[in-house]
């Protein structure tokens, strides 16, 4: 039987996905797993992934879904269904919600994960905390691409397509690297996840994660240090602008 007491909130990353079952009675988390996204297998493996975390979560709760919000990159198109704008690239021009309601037998909501961000701050995190009388909240998230979410008066700002409030894609290097979107320099390629990793290898040759940089740079590694400083330098100019 569907539960309904429970909410089900899926974060799905470019290198994670994450799954938390919270009890809306109590607001405790019942359960939290998260695995690889693998997207590098395509659209159907990442579906299938999907499904493997949300069966694991069943299974460690015993509690049946009756609906799950997921976070995603991107977004969910509102006039054509289909995702657009994500850099996890597989899922782009797909009608996610709807694969997912198929594939796991419940009601389905699929959000951009900025705006879910910035939408939980201003209600629940740090804005509410530090300022509850804010008007406006600006949410930014930095992982396998660059986002961002604005929240006025307690709403969301989605725009007319679906794209309110995203910065990940405003040109910072206007001759810089190739973007999947069509754009030279979008903030999105210099700091990232993925474009901190291709500076470094233009540095230095080598193929590392973002996390085996930072563990180079924590030890004095120059080239190390210089990727995070130019993450940082990039970060105040793009929120000065």
Known sequence: MKNEQYYWGVDLGGTKIECAVIDRNTEECVVRERIATEGQFGYEHVLNRIKELIDLCKEKSGITPARIGFGTPGTLDPKLGVMKNCNSTSLNGKPLDKDLERILGCDVVVANDANCFALAEAHFGAAKRLKPDAEVVFGIIMGTGVGSGIVVNGKVINGCHGIGGEWGHNVIEP????????????????????????????????????????????????????????????FGLAVSQ
Not at 206 to 218: D, F, M, T, Y
Request: contains cysteine; charged residues 25%.
């Open 175 to 234: 001759n810089g690297r190739d973007c999947y979107c069509g754009k030279k320099g979008c903030l999105e390629t210099v700091m990232s996840g993925k474009g901190l990793e291709a500076y470094y290898q233009q540095l230095t040759g080598q193929n590392l994660l973002l996390p085996e940089i930072v563990a180079k740079a924590r030890l004095g590694d120059e080239d190390g240090i210089k990727t995070l400083s130019r993450m940082i330098e990039t």
